[in-house]
């Protein structure tokens, strides 16, 4: 059985940063692309960030330069981190495994965690 579980959320003010972590039980972590999605109240879910089970990593244009992708194949972890963070960022982010290394089809997902960003 895939698990998933995220970490690291939780309220920050604008500008600051947070590191949400996903750490994956039941399935060989390194042979999977990784990513992230995000869903803020009413609006759509978007993907924000994958990396290949190489490290090339994928980002939405609204989060270049500012949110980082990265996995530790030895801990069966993905990291985000977020930085310069903005209120337009305040959503449910999603830990998600895909179903192959490469291309991008999400298969598991974990049980979300809230970044509100606010002063």
């Known amino acids: 059985q895939v698990q998933l579980v995220e970490s690291g959320g939780g309220l920050v003010q604008p500008g600051g940063s947070l590191r949400l972590s996903c750490t994956v039980s039941?399935?060989?972590?390194?042979?999977?692309?990784m990513g992230w999605y995000r869903q803020a109240p009413g609006k759509q879910r978007e993907l924000v960030a994958t990396i290949t089970n190489y490290g090339t990593t994928n980002y939405a244009d609204s989060v270049k330069d500012r949110l980082t992708i990265s996995r530790d194949n030895a801990k069966n972890t993905v990291y985000l981190q977020m930085n310069n963070l903005k209120p337009e960022d305040t959503a449910v982010y999603y830990c998600?495994?895909?179903?192959?290394?490469?291309?991008?089809?999400?298969?598991?997902w974990g049980q979300g965690t809230q970044v509100t960003v606010s002063s």
């Open positions: 998600v495994r895909a179903t192959t290394g490469g291309d991008w089809y999400p298969a598991y």
């Open positions: 039941g399935t060989d972590f390194s042979l999977y692309a």
